[in-house]
């Protein structure tokens, strides 16, 4: 993974309208927060595997982007992404991260199904 | 920066009131715990002293451990990279610890939600084909992550369902110190890992997306607080355990 090109990500966006794709969707704290100094609850979620089609798809801002998926009766969004990657498989990975390393958001769009 | 001081020359004051285990005298240990450097954490010391002894030890790995947030430091995995990350840093912990693995599969941060009675029938499986003398695995309900206590409830299951003699079984407790002193008291059996510290250092070390966080915040001491250095340092002197064999586990809802 490297930092976002968004005109890059646009084309990945692009390539993938109109088609059945597989989504996977996330956001964590992690699950130790509290055993932190703050004590916070854990917030993850995570939706795998989804299927959806698209007929608008943006990426948005300077850095940190935001990802917006128009759908037929609905939405995809997600905000603070950084980093992307189109991997082997031709999975389109969006990922934001820390400073640390740590991921705190990931929008992942596939024609085939992630590895479950 | 050395994060590892000499041992301390005597134990006792952590081990009070604990019997103290030899390794070396088990016929064969299981540990049983979802993530990979979860055997790290909490038991390398005990998996390497056994080992060197010519016991045959076993990390039964529930998940693949591939929906973690850590991803290295600086980040070299993602989502998608991260279960073969794992599976090659486990299989290099493994080697340092002298153990083989074996993994149930399970899909990380999910294994609450599997059924615990088919979960424990294919930890029984392995039990009964490996015939261990003690198994270890994380003291349900006291573990802070949901795959902890549900794999430790499912490996309590397991070790009920086996016929007499049972084997020996241990869980480890995350947490708070304090609030776990009060909820189960301190833990009975102890091991000595002075001799393999380096040993569990290097385990840990081996699950670099992981841990890499972790040793440069020891090696900076950046955060490092008093309570932290005396936890690590503790955790690599002894490991400590709860029994867990006739312990009455309430099932979840
Ligand atoms: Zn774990």
Redesign the pocket.
């Known amino acids: 993974m490297g930092p976002i090109d968004p005109a890059r990500v646009q084309k990945e966006l692009d390539a993938r309208l109109g088609r059945d794709v597989y989504l996977h969707l996330e956001t964590t704290t992690g699950s130790y927060t509290a055993l932190g100094p703050e004590k916070r609850t854990p917030v993850i979620a995570f939706v795998r595997n989804a299927s959806i089609r698209y007929e608008r798809g943006l990426v948005t801002g300077e850095g940190p982007y935001r990802v917006g998926l128009k759908l037929d009766s609905g939405w995809v969004y997600a905000q603070g992404l950084t980093d992307y990657t189109v991997t082997e498989r031709d999975e389109l990975l969006l990922a934001g991260h820390d400073e640390e390393g740590n991921l705190r958001v990931g929008l992942q769009l596939s024609l085939q199904p992630f590895r479950e | 920066m050395s994060i590892l001081p000499p041992s301390p020359e005597r134990i006792d004051h952590l081990v009070e009131g604990m019997t103290l285990l030899d390794p070396s005298a088990e016929r064969g240990i299981v540990v049983s715990?979802?993530?990979p450097?979860?055997e790290s954490f909490s038991s390398a010391g005990t998996m390497a002293l056994a080992s060197d002894a010519g016991v045959p030890v076993t990390y039964l790995c529930g998940t693949f451990?591939d929906m973690g947030r850590r991803m290295g430091s600086p980040f070299f995995a993602n989502r998608e990279s991260m279960r073969d990350v794992r599976e090659r840093e486990l299989a290099d912990a493994c080697t340092i610890l002298g153990a083989r693995y074996e993994l149930l599969g399970m899909r990380d941060r999910m294994v609450e939600f599997e059924d615990p009675h088919e979960v424990a029938t294919r930890i029984r499986a392995v039990l009964e084909r490996l015939d261990p003398s003690t198994v270890i695995t994380f003291y349900p309900g006291h573990a802070v992550?949901p795959?902890?206590d549900a794999m430790g409830l499912a490996t309590h299951l397991a070790v009920a369902a086996l016929p007499d003699p049972k084997p020996r079984l241990l869980a480890v407790a995350v947490g708070d110190r304090e609030q776990l002193r009060a909820a189960l008291g301190p833990q009975q059996v102890a091991v000595d890992i002075r001799t393999v510290r380096q040993r569990k250092l290097g385990a840990l070390r081996a699950h670099r997306s992981q841990t890499e966080m972790m040793f440069q915040r020891w090696e900076s001491e950046r955060d490092d607080d008093e309570q932290m250095r005396a936890y690590r340092e503790e955790n690599l002197t002894v490991e400590r355990f709860y029994r867990l064999n006739g312990v009455a586990i309430p099932l979840p809802r």
């Open positions: 715990l979802p993530h450097d979860d451990g992550h795959d902890h």
